[in-house]
C-alpha cells in the first residue's frame, strides 16, 4: 500500500476537493482507495459521511492518540478498526475537530512524529488484527488496500508533519496566483527537512494546478510561471474549474453519481493514472466493483 498525503498549508486550494476525486478515480479503475481524513475542519469528513461526526465518535484522533502506548491495549484505536466504508466507493477514517489541540501534545517525545506512520504500516499488516471481518465488509476486498490518501489540514504543524512522515508521496493542489505559489518554496523545504530526519523516503510526486478558470488572463501566465520554476514537478493533468465539482461536494456524492458527463470524470482518471505511473501504487486489494460501476 502506498500512502499519498495530499498537502499544501495554504487554505482553500483545493485538497479536500483532490482527495476525494481523485480516491474516487482510483477506485473506478481498480485500486482498493482509503482515505484518512487529517484536518480537524472534517471537510472531507462531511463529504463522505455525508453528516458531521459527533463529539463522542472515534476518529483518527484516537488511533493517534492511542498509538505506541504498548500498556493501553484495552483503548487501543487501530486504524482499521476506525474504517468506515463509504458510498463512494472508496473506504475511509473520519477525523474529529478536537484533532486541533493535538498539534503540541504529539510533538512532546521524540518518537511522536511516527504515530500515523505506525498505524498506517498496521493497516498493511492486518492479518495482525481482530477486526479483518469488519474491514472485509467495505469496498476493498481482504481489507487490504492499494492506496492510502491523507487529507491535510492547512498548515505545516505537527499534524502535516506526522502526514509526511507516514507518506511515500505527496500531492500538492496550487492555485496559480502568485499568493498561492509563494508558499511552495516552504513546503519544499519542510518535505526535504522530513526527508532528511523522519522519513527518508516521502518524495513530492507533484503539484498539481487546480480550480484552473482559464478565460482568466493571469491563469496562462501563472501556469507558464509554475512550470518554468517547477519543471517536472508540476503534474501534467490539470485540473479545471467545474461547478460540477463544486456540486458534488454540498451532496456528498462523487462526480460519477452527480455528473456522469462531466470532462472532470476523465480528468481525475488521467490524474490517478499519472500518480499510479510516478508511484509504485498496484493493483492488488480490487476494489468492489459493484459501487465503481
Ligand atoms: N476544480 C475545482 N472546481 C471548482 N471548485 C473547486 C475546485 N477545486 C476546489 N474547488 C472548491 O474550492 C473550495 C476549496 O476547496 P477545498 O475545500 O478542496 O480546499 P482545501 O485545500 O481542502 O481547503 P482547506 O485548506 O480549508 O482544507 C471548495 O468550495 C471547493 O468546492
Ligand atoms: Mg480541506
Redesign the pocket.
Known sequence: MDTVS?V?Q???????????CLAAALSKLGYATLVVDL?P?M??TKWMLGRELEEDEASVLDAIITAGDQDQSSSDWPLARLIEPSDLGFDFVPAHADLANVEGEIGEKPSRPYLLRERVKEVEEKHQFGYLDEVDAHNASDGAYDVCLV????SLGLLVVQALTASDGLIV?V?VDGMSMQGLSQLVSTTREVRKYLNESVEIIGLLP???DYRAGLVNEGLEALRKNYGDLVLDTE????????EA??YGTTLYDHAPSSD?LEIYENLAQEVVSRTSVTETGKAQSSVQQ
Open positions: 495530499i499544501n495554504k487554505g482553500g486550494v483545493g485538497k479536500t476537493t483532490t482527495t476525494i484536518d475542519q471537510n472531507g487529507d491535510c489540514p492547512p493542489p492555485s487546480n480550480n484552473l485540473v479545471p474549474w467545474r461547478s460540477k465539482i463544486i461536494s454540498t472532470a
